[in-house]
């Protein structure tokens, strides 16, 4: 069991672009406003930097480091998204709770769907593909989630801190790769499957370095909207009304 030289290099550039990026959130104070997300870094970091660590030859010490690490990043994968609508709608705490709590509940779906389909189908021969064949309805759920996440974006005129938009738009294309490469491992290594896994590591990897580039201190200070390419400013104020109204409702919902 061997990695292609060219994903090997991938591994490289991804494991320095990773080593930036977790020297950049802690130096900029971002890694405290980004808990969740910078803890997976570490995490994935200490994934990728693996094959260069521990030989192939020791198999089953890399397979049980690399499931552990694994099991780390499903649960992660989960408190991310958590912390994207944190980031997202700080300033609409009523819409933020109700996400949550539906996600939560999502999440929760998606474990007993995972638990039906393990006594259901015929086990995986290797602990890892059991790993993955459990992880795979909890990593579809939340990427319903994300692109959900992306819609409400794109259609309400939410202000945004810059380092929030460019957080949460990298995550959309990095877990999309992420979840592509699981479903990848899934199925029986060939040709097409390997140039697809290639793709999703290079993706992972450009996610990465984007982060590392654009997220910063000032990016806390700044907003903006995705909404406002396209819609007017009328448009804008009215929606924006409605869903504070909404977020209003919430609160008071709530506080009763």
Known sequence: MRLPLHEYVLALLG???LAL?????LSSGLARVYKY???Y???DFLQTVEPFVIPFKHINIYAYIFMALECVMACLYALIVLELYSVLLRDLKG???????YTIGAVVFSIVVA?????ILPPPTTLLRQLWYFETPVVVTLLLVILLIAAFLLYYPVPLYRNA?????GYVVYFLAKAALLFLHNMRTNDISRICSTAAMSISTACIVFWAIFLNRAGELRTMSVASSWSTVATQEQVLRRLNQLNDSLLRTRGK
């Open 15 to 17: 494991t320095v672009a």
């Open 37 to 39: 997300f910078f803890a």
């Open 21 to 25: 990026l977790i020297v950049r959130l």
């Open 95 to 101: 819409i933020k709770k109700i996400a949550q709590r």
């Open 165 to 169: 938009l460019i957080y949460s738009a």
């Open 41 to 43: 870094l570490v995490v």
């Open 115 to 119: 638990l039906l389909f393990r006594s």
